[in-house]
């Protein structure tokens, strides 16, 4: 039995996994649960259907409560108690699934690959806004990292086929979200509404936005050259409407690899969980009698200039990612307020890159005060945009 620890267990990565967990019986355990606390009922619903050892709750009140409907169980709460909880999560687990949304998912992706057990990562801001720290825990010895990510999966997947001296480039696919194929005059007048109607894939506000800017395409750029190392000129991006190919890696060959499956998060997550094994149970399999065709095409840089700015703070590295993706959080929600239009996103976003004065992120107090400080650079930008 694999030994699961599903930490950010109760939001949409973290039901999935236990999704795939029901599906094998027998395969894996839940050793541990962890979750911020806003979701009691459906914590103390897992925790009864999985029996961990181990339930960790950040919210101390929310942990009360836990402990109370759990009484053969050991519950941890966050706060002081927050990094023996999260040693304890580690330390028992195969392998841990970190589906946290932001900041707070930094400190089990740091402990987890310290402890040297496998890291199944769909946390985000791991790899973007603290990319020098993930890397030097990397190389302790049974660490590793299988991306919880459709399309770092599928470079994943892909790169099983060749060494990695033969790569030439990996080939990120996007969907090109709900506005591929609009003109400038179009775009100009974009509403929060259509930006939050994604084409394929049902996510949050903020990253459907990012979604329909193209950001997210240019962060996952920045992951997947944290993750293998390859150089942002071999990492490229291709459009592709149907999101049926999840990424692609060409070797020096010629030969174009590429990973094919409808969008299922259920296949990253049982991947990571099985590798280097693959689960008997099929999720997203393509149907060839109904797939239809595929298209592809180069995405509109001009119209989408969020892609090269990622690529602009990527090359620059250190706290750049991590600046960038502070001041598009702010600027996203700006929009969402109704604060900002569409068509500026780019413009305050390139803005505040000129103004990212760089900093060396060795500690996880580092990268909390370079987001502070990109939050505020943001701000700054925002007032004198939208008085200007
Ligand atoms: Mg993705």
């Known amino acids: 039995m694999t030994a699961v620890a599903v930490v950010g267990s109760t939001g949409s990565v973290g039901t999935q996994t236990l999704d795939v967990v029901r599906a094998e019986p027998g395969r894996y355990e839940v050793v541990a649960l962890g979750a911020g606390g806003a979701n009691v009922e459906l914590l103390v619903a897992q925790a009864e259907e999985h029996r961990p050892e181990v339930v960790a709750v950040a919210d101390g009140s929310a942990a009360k409560e836990v402990a109370r409907r759990l009484p053969w169980c050991e519950v941890r709460s966050g706060g002081a108690g927050a990094d023996t909880a999260l040693a304890s999560l580690c330390e028992s687990a195969d392998v841990v699934v970190n589906g946290v949304v932001g900041f707070a998912g930094l400190p089990i992706t740091l402990a987890t690959l310290a402890g040297g057990t496998r890291l199944a990562l769909a946390n985000k801001e791991s790899l973007i806004a603290a990319g020098p720290l993930v890397a030097q825990v990397r190389g302790t010895p049974g660490a590793e990292i299988l991306p919880v990510d459709s399309e770092h999966c599928a470079l994943h997947q892909c790169l099983r086929a060749g060494q990695a001296r033969e790569v030439a480039a ?9 506005f591929r194929g609009w003109s400038r005059e179009q775009l100009a007048h974009v509403t929060v509404e259509e930006a939050l109607s994604h084409p394929t894939w049902k996510m949050g506000p903020k990253i459907t936005v990012d979604s329909s800017t193209l ?11 944290e993750l293998y190392g390859t150089a942002y000129d071999d990492i490229d991006v291709v459009v592709h409407p149907q999101s049926v190919v999840h990424s692609m890696v060409t070797f020096t060959d010629g030969a174009t690899i590429a990973q094919l499956s409808m969008p299922d998060m259920r296949l990253p997550i049982s991947y990571a969980l099985a590798y280097p094994e693959r689960s008997p149970v099929a999720v997203g399999a393509v149907d060839w009698s109904r797939l239809g065709h ?8 001009a119209a989408f200039p969020c892609l090269d700015l990622a690529y602009e703070a990527g090359r620059i590295g250190g706290s750049a990612p991590a600046w960038l993706s502070a001041a598009n959080e702010v600027a996203v929600e700006a929009f969402l307020a109704g604060g900002l239009r569409w068509r500026s996103l780019p413009d305050v976003l390139n ?38």
């Open 170 to 178: 990996l080939v990120l696919t996007a969907s090109g979200g709900p």
């Open 215 to 225: 950001m997210n395409k240019g962060l996952e750029v920045i992951e997947a050259h």
């Open 294 to 301: 595929l298209d592809f095409e180069p995405p509109d840089r």
């Open 351 to 388: 803005e505040c890159l000129d103004r990212h004065d760089g900093t060396v992120l060795d500690s996880v107090d580092a990268v909390i005060e370079i987001d502070q400080r990109a939050r505020e650079q943001a701000r700054a930008v925002l007032a004198e945009v939208t008085t200007s």
